[in-house]
T-cell receptor, first 112, second 111 residues
Framework: NAGVTQTPKFQVLKTGQSMTLQCAQD?????MYWYRQDPGMGLRLIYY???????DKGEVPNGYNVSRLNKREFSLRLESAAPSQTSVYFC???????????FGPGTRLTVL | DQQVKQNSPSLSVQEGRISILNCDYT??????FLWYKKYPAEGPTFLIS?????DKNEDGRFTVFLNKSAKHLSLHIVPSQPGDSAVYFC??????????FGPGTRLSVLP
């Protein structure tokens, strides 16, 4: 039981490049989330997926797109990376009965 | 405007003493509150939660207190241990809506 996994762990991009952050969970959770963590800002919600086949914008969606590929996988895409997207990105899934989110280990992204 | 605030960016406590981490919120509709703990290079992990119908929840060395009238909650760690050194995030939600996280407090427990 791996929980929530994320790839890659680290990534450096140049401004304008694109990339996809991958996330998968093996806990059969319906809801999945993408957050970014910046110093002094806590975790801010980028996009979420309440169930397979649905996605919705969170607090800071600009510059990002998501795909809920199936119940297990939820990917985050940066089409044209900007230095303001330098951050640590966390994927999470929700155990709805206990209202508990399980987080992946994070992806540290630097955009030059 | 932050709906969940943790006004102390950092806190240092001696091993064996009590650690008290504070959190304030502005949205009176929040009905569920959680604390997460985060070590460097890892994702946050759930620590303890409390529903708005309670004012205290205890789990071993960790106790969360909720004061709804003051819109304030606190996490008490007794006794503090060096392994408790981490960043602690307070989070809140209204039923049916997403969690809102505070900016975190870095706790250092000194041996």
């Amino acid at each position: 039981n791996a929980g929530v996994t994320q790839t890659p762990k680290f990534q450096v991009l140049k401004t304008g490049q694109s990339m996809t952050l991958q996330c998968a969970q093996d806990m059969n959770h319906n809801s999945m989330y993408w957050y970014r963590q910046d110093p002094g800002m806590g975790l801010r919600l980028i996009y979420y997926s309440a169930s397979e086949g649905t996605t919705d914008k969170g607090e800071v969606p600009n510059g990002y797109n998501v795909s809920r590929l199936n119940k297990r996988e939820f990917s985050l895409r940066l089409e044209s990376a900007a230095p303001s997207q330098t951050s640590v990105y966390f994927c999470a899934s929700l155990q709805a009965t206990y209202n508990e989110q399980f987080f992946g280990p994070g992806t540290r992204l630097t955009v030059l | 405007d932050q709906q969940v605030k943790q006004n102390s960016p950092s806190l240092s406590v001696q091993e064996g003493r009590i650690s008290i981490l504070n959190c304030d919120y502005t949205n009176s509709m929040f009905d569920y509150f959680l604390w997460y703990k985060k070590y460097p290079a890892e994702g946050p992990t759930f620590l303890i939660s409390i529903s708005s119908i309670k004012d205290k929840n205890e789990d071993g060395r960790f106790t969360v207190f909720l004061n709804k009238s003051a819109k304030h909650l606190s996490l008490h760690i007794v006794p503090s241990q060096p392994g408790d050194s981490a960043v602690y995030f307070c989070a809140a939600r209204r039923t049916g809506q997403n969690f809102v996280f505070g900016p975190g407090t870095r706790l250092s427990v000194l041996p």
